[in-house]
């Protein structure tokens, strides 16, 4: 499935600028990114429930930018699922075969539900009325009512954003399976960046209205090519540094009264001022390291179980930084509480470097 050059304006507002996609047959994909940024637009373009303004969305080569939601290869899974109310479980299964456009014989469609319910696991629920059902199952007549038609592309938009987290975790491992099972592709939709890095196999990460990246979820969290992208994906410390020369196949930068060296750097100098990302998972205690050995004050602590967030001060820089440190990792005999200091190094290669025109 691809997009090309697709754009959707609402009046003098760009909903979705000009964007290039294209989606593998049997990938899973997902459209991450904040609220209002464009996900659910670019799903119902896909969906045929709007009209691009402008390029031409294609599936399996075919052009469908211009036929409507029934005739294209194409289901969706609504956010609130769309459930009707006065019908049972099977009645609104076997609606998506009712509809126009369907060459499945009668004969074949009770089949065809009873397939689609053992699918999703909810053989045995047939009869019920959605009423009658939990948040979960819910959610799984929706999906059943989506495959059921066997289309080559199933759209899922925010599909687990009703349930709560515990029952989340559980339909996460679901939506993966179904996905190996059908075998055919899925787009979602999410703001939940741990859900898109749990289940996709590339996820766009978006921002109003524009692709800022794409890549798979290990792309995205090791070489986020922009400080959205690096906070949005995981997150990070993100510090703005002034280039102090090269060192070797390094690069150095003043961050306050700290010189800390990057091994992420083009051939190109690096001059002016970069910022800098440091994922907080990625701070290590320092034993007799002295590169980018960091003296840090020791602002707030926070408990996380196995694991410790700290609020960090470094001399000379304004904001403060967050270290997640297993608490195993953590020097016995100086406490770690606000106002004590701690020494912690970050490894050249975990100090992300972004441009703020940095290289010449
Ligand atoms: N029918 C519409 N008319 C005008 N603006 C719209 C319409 N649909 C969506 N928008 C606007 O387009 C932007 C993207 O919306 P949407 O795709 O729903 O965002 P997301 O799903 O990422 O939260 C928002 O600013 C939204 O207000
Ligand atoms: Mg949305």
Do not use: W
């Not at 754009?7 to 760009?14: A, D, E, L, V």
């Not at 199952?137 to 038609?149: C, E, G, L, S, T």
Request: charged share 20%; glycine share 10%; proline share 6%.
């Amino acid at each position: 499935m691809s997009l090309e050059g697709v754009t959707k304006t609402y009046g003098n507002f760009t909903a979705l600028h000009a964007t290039d996609l294209s989606v593998g047959e049997g990938e899973f994909v997902t459209l991450l990114g904040p609220s209002g940024c464009g996900k659910t637009t670019t799903l119902r373009l896909i969906g045929g429930f709007e009209r691009t303004s402008s390029g031409r969305i294609l599936i399996s080569g075919e052009d469908m930018t211009s036929r409507p939601p029934y005739e294209r290869p194409v289901n969706t899974v609504f956010q609130d699922y769309a459930l009707f109310p006065h019908m049972s479980v099977s009645q609104n299964i076997a609606y998506g075969l009712s509809v126009k456009s369907n060459n499945v014989p009668g004969a074949d469609r009770a089949a065809r539900v009873t397939e689609a319910l053992a699918l999703v696991g909810l053989a045995g629920m047939a009869d019920r009325r959605p009423e009658a059902l939990s948040g979960g199952q819910r959610q799984r007549v929706a999906m059943a009512r989506a495959i059921v038609r066997r289309p080559r592309v199933l759209l899922l938009d925010e599909p687990l954003s009703a349930l709560d987290v515990k029952l989340r975790e559980g339909m996460q491992v679901e939506l993966k399976r179904l996905h190996r099972e059908l075998g055919i592709t899925f787009v979602m939709v999410t703001h939940d960046q741990t859900e898109a890095l749990a289940l996709s196999d590339r996820i766009v990460v978006m921002n109003q209205g524009r692709v800022a990246q794409i890549g798979s979820p290990t792309e995205l969290y090791d070489n986020p090519s922009t400080p959205y992208v690096a906070d949005f994906i995981g997150a990070a410390n993100l510090l703005e540094a002034e280039a102090a020369g090269r060192d070797g196949a390094l690069a150095a930068f003043r961050l306050g009264g700290t010189v800390v060296r990057s091994a992420r750097v083009a051939s190109a100098a690096v001059t002016g001022k970069a910022i800098l990302g440091i994922r907080p998972e990625r701070f290590l205690v320092s034993g007799t390291e002295t590169a980018n050995r960091l003296a840090l004050t020791i602002k707030e602590v926070l408990f996380h179980g196995d694991r410790l967030r700290l609020e960090l001060m470094l001399e000379g820089v304004d904001r403060p930084l967050f270290a997640e440190l297993p608490r195993t990792a953590l020097p016995p005999d100086s406490p770690i509480e606000p106002g004590a200091g701690i020494a912690l190094h970050v490894e050249p290669s975990d100090i992300l470097l972004f441009a703020g025109g940095s290289t010449a």
